[in-house]
């Protein structure tokens, strides 16, 4: 394999993608024989959230814009992703939140020029989303994720919603309303595209999406 190849992963917040890309990871190194520096996983909120810690000129930028009640604009956040693309080594590279609006699928083709890439569509209801995370809590004291409502951890902690559930209705307004769209225009480009139903169990989807795209591993 010449180039790398890029895995856009898409769906809406608390969808499962984190789950998908794990299961990439361990069907390549266990089916392919990749080893873990051949594999990276590239967030576009942890990119910006480095970006703004780090308080580089683009990360000032986006905290201000961020700050100012707004998203990152696509502009930033494609240059920021083209730089990601290049710097990081590996093999094949999972992308989680990337395209999420239509102006970032229009870019897509021109950032993809230099890579074999896929997308990734889990379509999940809104209704079982929400179903999923409804009991989803974090113990406020040493971080443990359960999945028994309130209560409290076996080390004394107070289980609370994790931050993002708390705004979950309002991540998936946005989500219905910028990302939806965005990804009907993939499909309608007739890029190589693969799109799974929401209930599809996550590590079938990676089975399944890894032997179609064989030729690029």
């Known amino acids: 394999m010449n180039k790398k190849f890029v895995i ?7 969808s499962g993608k984190g789950y998908i890309a794990t299961c990439l990871r ?6 392919y024989g990749f080893n873990d520096e051949e594999i990276a ?4 909120g ?11 000129p683009l990360g000032i930028k986006l905290a201000q814009n961020m ?5 990152a604009p696509d502009y930033m956040v494609n240059d920021m992703l083209v730089d990601e693309l290049k710097r990081v080594n590996a093999r094949v590279l999972i992308l989680d ?5 239509v102006c970032q699928v229009r870019e897509f083709d021109k950032l993809m020029k230099n890579f074999d890439s896929a997308v990734v569509f889990r379509d999940t ?21 359960h999945n028994v409502g309130d209560g409290v951890c076996e080390c004394g902690g107070r289980l609370v919603k994790r931050r993002d559930d708390r705004v979950l209705p309002e991540r998936l307004a946005e989500y219905e309303e910028m990302t ?3 990804v009907v225009e993939l499909k309608k480009e007739g890029k190589n595209f693969f799109w799974y139903e929401g209930t599809a169990e996550g590590c079938d989807i990676a089975k399944d999406f890894l032997a179609d795209n064989k030729k690029y591993l």
């Open 8 to 14: 856009a992963l898409i769906g809406a917040p608390a």
């Open 26 to 31: 361990n069907e390549l190194k266990e089916k």
């Open 41 to 44: 996983n590239l967030s576009v």
């Open 46 to 56: 942890e990119m910006i959230r480095r970006e703004k810690k780090n308080g580089t």
């Open 67 to 71: 700050k100012e009640g707004g998203l």
């Open 97 to 101: 939140g990337y395209p999420r609006t």
């Open 125 to 145: 209801p809104k209704e079982l989303i929400l179903e999923r995370v409804k009991d989803r809590r974090i113990c406020e004291k040493c971080g443990m994720a």
């Open 180 to 182: 939806k769209p965005a």
